[in-house]
């Protein structure tokens, strides 16, 4: 491991792209701790220091403690997100978009273009929408206003500021993506998330030294982390392979084809997304008892949704089995995939081409779907867990499962698989010499 890390840096091309990546990284977490003008940071830091478990925590997670701060980068790169996968699902429903899907290289940079307008848009939207939500805010111990001086042009200056700030992002996400190493959007997501890590470890370390927690206990709960990363590496480098043969064709002079290949069908992408559906829906009770916080009847009705309760956990289990067949539903198409196939003159052996080829990669996709789904929605329960049996604090619990722990394992392996290539293209050895590591799908 040492040697390939040392290898890194005796390839002048892999060594220029790792500094830029860190780089931009860099100058990421800088402008995460950039505050906008016309802010009181204390009364925000006391606000949002009660609304942590709310649709606003989730989201100021993904935007790397930016959001929190009212910094440039307050939004992140969650406009973008949105747009992409706004883009995605209407390409299984609208015409033009699937017509894009299928026309390759070409419809993929119309897509990508119009997921760039859609980001700057939401952006815009959401940096006006940021702007009202702040001037209504107050200390809930205090009573300061997060802002002194409300109005329209500080409406202005935020939605500029914060919609600025996301297309910068978007633009610094690119470039790793194309002059760096590993996926730009995802390690920015990556870098936002993993910036928490530092100071959770800290409040442990607290811990142990008030001593109010045995250091047994606390190396029993180092323990269960790394277990539970273990597991989550394994499923995320699961892939069920599904044999294909292509028929031989004789093109003018030339033979084409009788290769035998697999499509690989992974699961860990839609579990991702699924949670962060799930997550958003289970925040919104939460987020709604912020709105009223005098009304004794919201709050015994919103009870059952707490993070500490068994309910809650249920729902948010049941949620998550919805979503990721319904997210696996959108982004893979059997129909598709067997028409595609039938196109180049592939099949599956043993099976007849067409609506039966459809039909077999259904049944597969169906039967892999419902134990890694219960995975999953343990894994995404497991920081509550933790957080009310362990007495582990909210910080460090994030990172024993959930959205966090999945969107750090799949981009740590995807970045590795790009550092593993360019490795293994100048003949030095990789991370791992049984095999290759396997990225996943990015955002």
Request: charged share 15%; proline share 5%.
């Amino acid at each position: 491991m040492i040697k390939s890390f040392q290898s890194i840096f005796k390839i002048p091309d892999l060594k220029h792209r790792v500094y830029f990546t860190l780089g931009i990284m860099v100058i990421y977490r800088l402008g995460c701790h950039v505050p906008m003008p016309g802010i009181n940071a204390s009364a925000l830091t006391e606000w949002f220091a009660a609304s942590r478990n709310t649709l606003f925590g989730l989201y100021d997670i993904f935007a790397g403690g930016a959001f929190s701060r009212a910094a440039v980068f307050g939004l992140g790169i969650m406009p973008y997100i949105s747009a992409s996968i706004m883009i995605q699902l209407l390409g299984a429903v609208v015409p033009y978009f699937q017509r894009l899907q299928k026309e390759g290289e070409e419809g993929r940079k119309k897509m990508n273009q119009i997921t760039r307008y859609g980001a700057v848009c939401l952006a815009a939207a959401q940096g006006f929408g940021a702007s009202i939500f702040l001037e209504s805010l107050t200390a809930p111990q205090t009573g300061m206003a997060v802002v002194p001086s409300p109005g329209l042009g500080f409406r202005l200056l935020v939605m500029i500021t914060l919609s600025a700030g996301t297309i910068l992002i978007m633009w610094m996400g690119e470039q790793i993506t194309e002059r760096g190493i590993g996926n730009g959007i995802s390690l920015i997501i990556f870098i936002g998330i993993i910036g928490r890590f530092p100071t959770a470890i800290l409040e442990e370390v607290q811990q142990l030294l008030h001593g109010n927690r045995a250091p047994i206990m606390e190396l029993f709960i180092f323990g269960v982390l790394l277990l539970i990363i273990a597991a989550v590496v394994m499923v995320t480098e699961g892939t069920r392979k599904i044999p294909v043969q292509y028929a031989k064709r004789v093109i003018g002079r030339k033979v084409y084809g009788g290769q035998a290949t697999y499509i690989p069908i992974r699961v860990s992408g839609f579990g991702v997304m699924a949670i962060i559906f799930a997550q958003a829906m289970m925040f919104l009770p939460q987020t709604i008892r912020q709105f009223f916080p005098n009304s004794e009847f919201v709050a015994n009705v919103l009870s059952y949704f707490d993070l500490s309760s068994p309910i809650y956990w249920v729902f948010f289990g049941l949620l998550i089995l919805f979503f990721t067949y319904f997210y696996a539903a959108i982004a893979f198409n059997p129909v598709d995939v067997a028409e595609n196939m039938q196109k180049h003159g592939g099949f599956i052996p043993g099976v007849r081409p067409g609506k039966k080829t459809a039909e077999y990669i259904d049944h597969v996709l169906s039967r892999i779907m419902l134990p890694a789904a219960l995975f999953f929605a343990l894994i995404a329960i497991a920081p509550f867990f933790v957080s009310k049996y362990m007495n582990v604090s909210d910080s460090f619990s994030q990172f024993f499962g959930g959205t966090s722990l999945l969107i750090m394992v799949g981009v740590a392996l995807d970045t590795l698989q790009q550092i593993e290539s360019h490795l293994l293209m100048r003949h030095y050895d990789g991370f791992m010499k049984t095999g290759k590591i396997r990225g996943r799908r990015s955002f």
